[in-house]
């Protein structure tokens, strides 16, 4: 299995930028998929996530009404829109893949899921 994280780069504050995440091992339409963030010392946290069927979303209140998280069943492969970046939301940014029944305890915790992609660096500059 492989998730394969990319679309960070530098941006500006206000700024836009779109992740992807492909999936590969696994079939994306069968799994929750979350974004999470992590920067230096810190914890990983979450961002963002969508059940297997899509029906469900929930989004970390720091990036709430700014992100949205999608995917496309034919691609295999998931999307993180960010518009409106600030500073704070710098950060290595993962994908991950996670099999158990939709909660928001678990969806919101890095230790439900299986599978994670290798990060991409986000930068946002003010």
């Known amino acids: 299995v492989q998730l394969q994280a990319s679309g960070g780069g530098l941006a500006q504050a206000g700024g836009s930028l779109t992740l992807s995440c492909t999936a590969s091992g696994i079939t994306v339409k069968d799994y929750t998929m979350a974004w999470f963030r992590q920067n230096p010392g810190a914890e990983r946290e979450f961002v963002a996530a969508?059940?297997?069927?899509?029906?469900?979303?929930y989004y970390a209140d720091s990036v709430k009404g700014r992100f949205n998280i999608s995917k496309d069943n034919a691609k295999n492969t998931q999307y993180l829109q960010m518009d409106t970046l600030k500073p704070e939301d710098t950060a290595v940014y993962y994908c991950?893949?996670?099999?158990?029944?939709?909660?928001?305890?678990?969806?919101?915790?890095?230790?439900?899921?299986?599978?994670w992609g290798q990060g991409t660096q986000v930068t946002v500059s003010s």
């Open positions: 969508m059940s297997w069927n899509g029906a469900s979303t």
């Open positions: 991950a893949s996670m099999s158990l029944r939709w909660t928001i305890t678990r969806v919101t915790h890095r230790y439900g899921y299986g599978y």
